[in-house]
């Protein structure tokens, strides 16, 4: 959605139209940011061969179908697409139709249905040079303006006030996504006495439906399911426990705070792809999900966050203020609308 959000901003007029599954969070985030959501059957590809696998054209038929339906309905005039269930029918649908593709990839490694679209398409964007896409042109992530603009030091009292913790003293924000981890929420609260006792403040937000108990004490331990606005909890944090998906690896360099990345233990590694960028450069610590525990954080993580002079390095290192994607997006697809409203009869 930050992409919308970006296209708004230049045409507030612009008629835009999320499709999504009810898998994950689509139907809970999307209209939420204020744009309409149209549902249609997901097309999950099976790495087995089973039934599943078996299924899957007529699936993918039918969500073709749905998809097309949604943009004859409104009278689409481009198809943007970011990968995942819904991508591959939207792209197939547009294709029919003689609609402009535009395909953006945030993973260093490409899914399934952008691979296949950016054979269809010319119109193909990257998250980084690395990525191998045919046509690709490297432009960043589209990231919302309260982070792509954050100045943490400007907003860090503010945002460490709006959490209850102290104005002064390191700390660590804990995050596995929305979703939460299991294994990064048991390794930290495990070492909690141990991060207190050497002075490190927690904020850690456990994911919906995720419990983490923590006693009080001092300094505090703040737990929290869900930060609806990130930017505070990035200006409150000096350093950061999270997965490394595309978006947060993003975010966490737009914003210039280090972290400790924890890949998502999946077939292909893409998460550790995402993150081996920043790590070689010194802006952050890689570790596997299954040698994250509470010994980890006592013997490797605490010494980098009770080091302020480290921190500040890897800061530094981590820095990557670019041109925003967004727009570099928007005025693209634009230009293909115009070009098409031109050229038509």
Same mark, same amino acid.
């Given at each position: 959605?930050?992409?919308?959000?970006?296209?708004?901003?230049?045409?507030?007029?612009?008629?835009?139209?999320?499709?999504?599954?009810?898998?994950?969070?689509?139907?809970?985030?999307?209209?939420?940011?204020?744009?309409?959501?149209?549902?249609?059957?997901?097309?999950?590809?099976?790495?087995?061969?089973?039934?599943?696998?078996?299924?899957?054209?007529?699936?993918?038929?039918?969500?073709?179908?749905?998809?097309?339906?949604?943009?004859?309905?409104?009278?689409?005039?481009?198809?943007?697409?970011?990968?995942?269930?819904?991508?591959?029918?939207?792209?197939?649908?547009?294709?029919?139709?003689?609609?402009?593709?535009?395909?953006?990839?945030?993973?260093?490694?490409?899914?399934?249905?952008?691979?296949?679209?950016?054979?269809?398409?010319?119109?193909?964007?990257?998250?980084?040079?690395?990525?191998?896409?045919?046509?690709?042109?490297?432009?960043?992530?589209?990231? $919302?303006?309260?982070?792509?603009?954050?100045? $943490?030091?400007?907003?860090? +009292?503010?945002?460490?006030?709006?959490?209850?913790?102290?104005?002064?003293?390191?700390?660590?924000?804990?995050?596995?996504?929305?979703?939460?981890?299991?294994?990064?929420?048991?390794?930290?609260?495990?070492?909690?006495?141990?991060? $207190?006792?050497?002075?490190?403040?927690?904020?850690?937000?456990?994911?919906?439906?995720?419990?983490?108990?923590?006693? +009080?004490?001092?300094?505090?331990?703040?737990?929290?399911?869900?930060?609806?606005?990130?930017?505070?909890?990035?200006?409150?944090?000096?350093?950061?426990?999270?997965?490394?998906?595309?978006?947060?690896?993003?975010?966490?360099?737009?914003?210039?705070?280090?972290?400790?990345?924890?890949?998502?233990?999946?077939?292909?590694?893409?998460?550790?792809?995402?993150?081996?960028?920043?790590?070689?450069?010194?802006?952050?610590?890689?570790?596997?999900?299954?040698?994250?525990?509470?010994?980890?954080?006592?013997?490797?993580?605490?010494?980098?966050?009770?080091?302020?002079?480290?921190?500040?390095?890897?800061?530094?290192?981590?820095?990557?203020?670019?041109?925003?994607?967004? +727009?570099?997006?928007?005025?693209?697809?634009?230009?293909?609308?115009?070009? $098409?409203?031109?050229?038509?009869?």
């Amino acid at each position: 959605m930050n992409f919308a959000d970006a296209l708004r901003r230049v045409e507030p007029a612009a008629e835009i139209i999320a499709l999504g599954t009810v898998r994950g969070l689509d139907t809970t985030l999307i209209p939420a940011r204020g744009y309409p959501l149209e549902l249609i059957p997901p097309v999950p590809l099976s790495r087995k061969l089973n039934r599943a696998l078996l299924q899957t054209p007529v699936r993918l038929r039918d969500s073709v179908r749905a998809a097309g339906a949604v943009l004859d309905h409104a009278r689409a005039e481009i198809v943007v697409g970011f990968g995942g269930y819904v991508a591959m029918p939207a792209y197939l649908a547009a294709r029919r139709r003689g609609l402009p593709v535009v395909v953006h990839e945030a993973n260093a490694k490409p899914g399934v249905a952008n691979r296949v679209a950016a054979n269809m398409t010319t119109h193909v964007f990257t998250a980084t040079r690395n990525v191998r896409l045919a046509h690709a042109a490297a432009i960043g992530i589209p990231l $919302r303006r309260a982070i792509s603009g954050l100045d $943490r030091t400007v907003l860090r +009292d503010t945002a460490r006030r709006r959490f209850g913790l102290r104005p002064d003293g390191p700390v660590l924000l804990v995050t596995g996504g929305s979703q939460g981890a299991e294994a990064i929420n048991g390794a930290v609260s495990g070492a909690a006495a141990t991060l $207190r006792a050497n002075g490190v403040q927690v904020l850690h937000i456990s994911g919906q439906g995720r419990a983490v108990e923590v006693p +009080d004490g001092d300094p505090p331990y703040v737990v929290v399911p869900y930060v609806s606005e990130m930017q505070y909890a990035y200006a409150a944090a000096d350093f950061a426990i999270c997965r490394s998906g595309a978006m947060t690896c993003a975010e966490l360099a737009a914003v210039g705070l280090p972290a400790a990345y924890v890949p998502l233990p999946m077939r292909g590694g893409e998460q550790r792809l995402n993150a081996v960028p920043v790590v070689n450069a010194g802006g952050a610590l890689l570790v596997d999900d299954a040698d994250l525990d509470p010994a980890w954080i006592e013997t490797i993580l605490i010494p980098v966050l009770t080091d302020s002079q480290c921190i500040a390095m890897m800061s530094a290192r981590t820095l990557a203020r670019t041109p925003d994607a967004g +727009d570099v997006l928007t005025r693209h697809v634009l230009t293909l609308i115009a070009e $098409r409203r031109a050229s038509a009869p």
